[in-house]
């Protein structure tokens, strides 16, 4: 479950194959940014968080960690190294290969890393070079 709140980031080994709680599964719960922790995120399941990404949605553009579901949700298959998904899921927006092109760098990074400790220390570099 993809929820902005979690204490744990998303990473590699949450996917298939890796040692998550429940591999193979990805939620993205469509809902305003306003509502989301009204929402609560009430799914049980491992919850993770996403790492530093940049917006590139038109209301958003530009903007660190505030994604839109069809970003987030993109973001997470390319930590869970499925970039080829990804691009079709983005390839639907006319502005979807900007968020790859914007965050190339982290989301590839971010797949490389073995657990959300890795995750999160890729993060800070990001953070502390803002």
Same mark, same amino acid.
């Given at each position: 479950? %993809?929820?902005?709140?979690?204490?744990?980031?998303?990473?590699?080994?949450?996917?298939?194959?890796?040692?998550?709680?429940?591999?193979?599964?990805?939620?993205? %719960?469509?809902?305003?940014?306003? &509502?989301?922790?009204?929402?609560?995120?009430?799914?049980?399941?491992? !919850?993770?968080? %996403?790492?530093?990404?940049?917006?590139?949605?038109?209301?958003?553009?530009?903007?660190?960690?505030?994604?839109? &579901?069809?970003?987030?949700?993109?973001?997470?298959?390319?930590?869970?190294?499925?970039?080829?998904?990804? +691009? &079709?899921?983005?390839?639907?927006?006319?502005?979807? !290969? &900007?968020?790859? +092109? %914007?965050?190339?760098?982290?989301?590839?990074?971010?797949?490389?890393?073995?657990?959300?400790?890795?995750?999160?220390?890729?993060?800070?570099?990001?953070?502390?070079?803002?």
């Amino acid at each position: 479950m %993809l929820d902005p709140f979690a204490d744990r980031a998303l990473s590699p080994a949450d996917g298939p194959g890796g040692s998550g709680d429940d591999p193979g599964r990805l939620v993205a %719960l469509d809902c305003s940014w306003e &509502t989301a922790e009204a929402e609560a995120f009430r799914l049980d399941g491992p !919850h993770r968080s %996403l790492p530093f990404l940049v917006a590139a949605n038109p209301v958003n553009y530009g903007t660190p960690f505030q994604l839109n &579901t069809v970003e987030a949700f993109a973001g997470a298959l390319c930590i869970l190294g499925q970039r080829k998904r990804a +691009e &079709t899921i983005l390839g639907k927006f006319n502005w979807g !290969h &900007t968020f790859l +092109e %914007l965050n190339e760098e982290p989301l590839r990074r971010y797949a490389e890393c073995a657990d959300s400790s890795e995750v999160v220390a890729v993060q800070s570099e990001y953070l502390d070079a803002g």
